[in-house]
């Protein structure tokens, strides 16, 4: 509908210059394409109240084509989205009859690292009308952003096993950034061992490093916090936290505070309000995320953005494919609608992007509609379609 009246308008000298945006659509695996429909469907809403245009490119790569084609991201198509589009709106990935790990390395990995996404930034914000398992929180004691190491840590994906005896393993990084390479002679009397070996570069924590200072400044924070586990993996943290000493002297007034993982989930349940800006390393930023996802009112809720700020993002909602749901038109689309929103902001729309949070937050407060996760009865479509009613 929203198309053939873009299309008729082209017809109007006015709406010659209608700004276009071309994107490309991944809707992946299990509730994935439900839920970019209801993304897609509020995007359409807004880009017509706001005067832009959406073209939408879709990739059908997921398990479906893994299983019937062997195909999990080719070069080639990272590289054609290169050349064509603007960004990327992706559903979720991963599905039980595929080896864990396989999509979700040879898709959702592969493409980060291609566009060298190296910040997955993650809004931890309680919206009003939504209820918080946190007794005595509100939506003014939780509002922070993660900022999440996307590229490095121990998910560089080098690691191995090695059976009793000598062996010789090359292992190797290869990045735009960087290539590191490891020549391993490993003698081991164990029976088997597995490994897996975590890279953190200065240039790759420098530059997340700085995103969080720059973000803290523009968020007026007096503190940044920085999440690590130096107690324990000392070479690697240490290396951290002397990287944000060094960056930190850049940002007179902002004070760099360290967190160990484990005691910083325990802050965010106990005092969420402290935080504005939370900077982490890879691992450690998934693992806090399904968290902070919680204390936002659920994984419905959480939205990301794989962020290369002078390149191709890709927005996606923080939660899996949750193949149990796949097809029942029950799942709640608000944490890919809001992901839409992110991605409306990077390209330049910022203002249609907080009509969506705007709408969004609306329908959650007024409390008509709720999916199943929301404690109601509505469908994932019906939750899509409210959001568009708001948008006005
Ligand atoms: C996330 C997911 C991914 C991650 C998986 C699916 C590879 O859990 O985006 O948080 O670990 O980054
Ligand atoms: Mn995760």
């Not at 700004?19 to 995007?43: C, F, L, N, Q, S």
């Not at 880009?47 to 070069?75: C, H, Q, R, T």
């Not at 996606?316 to 709640?332: D, L, Q, T, V």
Request: proline share 5%; glycine share 10%.
């Amino acid at each position: 509908m929203v198309f053939e009246h873009a299309q008729k308008c082209r017809a109007f000298p006015t709406y010659k210059k209608m700004k276009t945006y071309k994107i490309a659509k991944m809707p992946g695996d299990g509730i994935g394409p439900e839920i970019v429909r209801e993304g897609v469907k509020v995007i359409e809403a807004v880009s017509d109240k706001d005067n832009f245009k959406i073209d939408w490119v879709e990739y059908d790569n997921g398990a479906e084509k893994y299983l019937k084609e062997k195909v999990l991201m080719p070069e080639e198509t990272l590289k054609e989205i290169k050349q064509t589009c603007r960004a990327i709106y992706l559903g979720a990935l991963g599905d039980p009859r595929c080896k864990p790990g396989v999509l979700e390395k040879g898709i959702l990995l592969k493409t980060r690292f291609y566009f060298d996404q190296f910040v997955n930034l993650r809004p931890i914000k309680l919206l009003d009308g939504v209820w918080c398992p946190l007794k005595d929180k509100g939506p003014e004691d939780i509002n922070f952003t993660v900022v999440r190491e996307n590229t490095e840590d121990f998910y560089v994906g080098i690691g191995n096993r090695a059976e009793k005896g000598k062996t010789k393993q090359e292992l190797e990084v290869a990045r735009s950034l960087y290539n590191v390479k490891f020549g391993l002679d490993i003698d081991s009397d164990s029976d088997e061992i597995g490994y897996q070996i975590g890279v953190m570069s200065k240039e790759g924590a420098r530059r997340v490093i700085k995103y969080g200072f720059e973000l803290a400044k523009k968020e007026k924070a007096d503190t940044a916090y920085f999440v690590d586990k130096a107690n324990v993996l000392s070479d690697i943290y240490n290396f951290w936290r002397e990287n944000i000493e060094s960056v930190g002297k850049g940002y007179n007034g902002i004070k760099p505070e360290y967190m160990f993982v484990d005691a910083i989930t325990m802050w965010f349940v106990k005092n969420p309000e402290w935080f504005k800006v939370v900077t982490t390393p890879n691992m450690f930023g998934d693992i806090i995320t399904d968290l902070g996802a919680m204390i936002q009112g659920g994984l419905g809720l959480a939205p990301g953005g794989n962020i290369n700020p002078d390149g191709i993002s890709m927005f996606e909602p923080i939660h899996g494919s949750a193949p149990k749901y796949k097809g029942m038109n029950r799942a709640n689309p608000l944490a890919t609608i809001w992901a839409g929103a992110m991605m409306l902001d990077e390209i330049g729309q910022p203002k249609a992007a907080e009509s969506v949070v705007k709408a969004i937050e609306g329908v959650l407060k007024e409390g008509k509609v709720k999916t199943k996760d929301l404690g109601g009865s509505n469908t994932c479509s019906d939750m899509g379609d409210a959001v568009v009613k708001k948008l006005g």
